[in-house]
């Protein structure tokens, strides 16, 4: 990475770290609601941060060579955990870094940064919307986070000269749960194509083609969902990657 990409990633690091700390201070009663959530699952365990930043960015440095940027959809049990504050680094994640590493030769854990469509835990993405109800408090930041998150994503994109895996399509649509990052990401494309300057006034980098034509979306990597659409469409005689490219160009439509 140039010296000004890499300090764009670190300025947009820091920003996503001191707004996961404020949400957290203007939540108190998230945790409670949280667990409340994972009784009514027969899932009880301790939550220990009610809002995740990924830990795994502050392993990024300047000579990062970095393909992928994945938007998951929130941190599960496993990511929430003090120890870890990670993302993807449960089951789904583990079926993606096989997936990543032996179909496209990427390392998982290397070449990829990670974002979710929102850093608000809940035992299982469908809950958030239980958890706005619950604790009403909530999803104020529950939709600011989304529109946050998906700002971030084509300016991480343009930092890395990467492309984006959007995980998840399911709740990507109008009035669905992921509906305000949906639009927001619109937006942010939008502005991107255009070749807008950022928010800090620096212009934007020079593009081989738009930003948004570098967008891919795809179905979760958990309970086979990936895999039975990849099965489903891929064309006889065609490659992994061949297959993985089109489907994701052609689902960029349901986000864009």
């Known amino acids: 990475m140039h010296k000004p990409a890499f300090a764009r990633f670190e300025a947009i690091r820091e920003d996503f770290k001191d707004r996961v700390a404020a949400w957290t201070a203007a939540l108190p009663g998230l945790a409670d609601a949280q667990r409340a959530l994972a009784r009514e699952?027969?899932?009880?365990?301790?939550?220990?941060?009610?809002?995740?930043?990924?830990?795994?960015?502050?392993?990024?440095?300047?000579?990062?060579?970095?393909?992928?940027?994945?938007?998951?959809?929130?941190?599960?049990k496993r990511e929430q955990e003090a120890a870890m504050n990670r993302y993807l680094v449960g089951r789904s994640g583990m079926v993606a870094e096989r997936f990543f590493a032996r179909e496209l030769g990427v390392d998982f854990r290397r070449e990829v940064v990670i974002i979710n469509k929102t850093p608000v835990h809940t035992p299982k993405t469908v809950q958030l919307r239980k958890l706005a109800k619950l604790?009403?408090?909530?999803?104020?930041?529950?939709?600011?986070?989304?529109?946050?998150?998906?700002?971030?994503?084509?300016?991480?994109q343009a930092c890395f000269g990467a492309s984006v895996w959007v995980m998840g399509l399911s709740e990507v649509r109008p009035k669905g749960l992921f509906d305000p990052w949906r639009q927001a990401l619109v937006d942010a494309?939008?502005?991107?194509?255009?070749?807008?300057?950022?928010?800090?006034?620096e212009p934007s980098p020079p593009r081989s083609g738009r930003p948004s034509e570098r967008l891919y979306g795809f179905n979760h990597f958990s309970?086979?969902?990936?895999?039975?659409?990849?099965?489903?469409?891929?064309?006889?005689?065609?490659s992994t990657k061949d297959a993985v490219l089109r489907i994701g160009e052609e689902n960029r439509s349901r986000i864009l």
Not at 41 to 46: L, P
Not at 135 to 156: C, D, F, K, N, T
């Open 41 to 76: 699952a027969g899932d009880e365990y301790v939550v220990e941060t009610p809002i995740v930043y990924n830990r795994a960015l502050d392993d990024v440095g300047p000579g990062a060579d970095v393909s992928w940027v994945v938007v998951a959809d929130n941190p599960g």
């Open 135 to 156: 604790y009403p408090e909530a999803a104020g930041v529950l939709e600011e986070s989304q529109r946050y998150m998906a700002s971030i994503a084509p300016a991480l």
């Open 189 to 201: 494309y939008a502005r991107a194509d255009a070749g807008s300057d950022d928010e800090a006034g």
């Open 223 to 238: 309970m086979g969902s990936f895999a039975t659409d990849l099965k489903r469409r891929r064309l006889e005689g065609e």
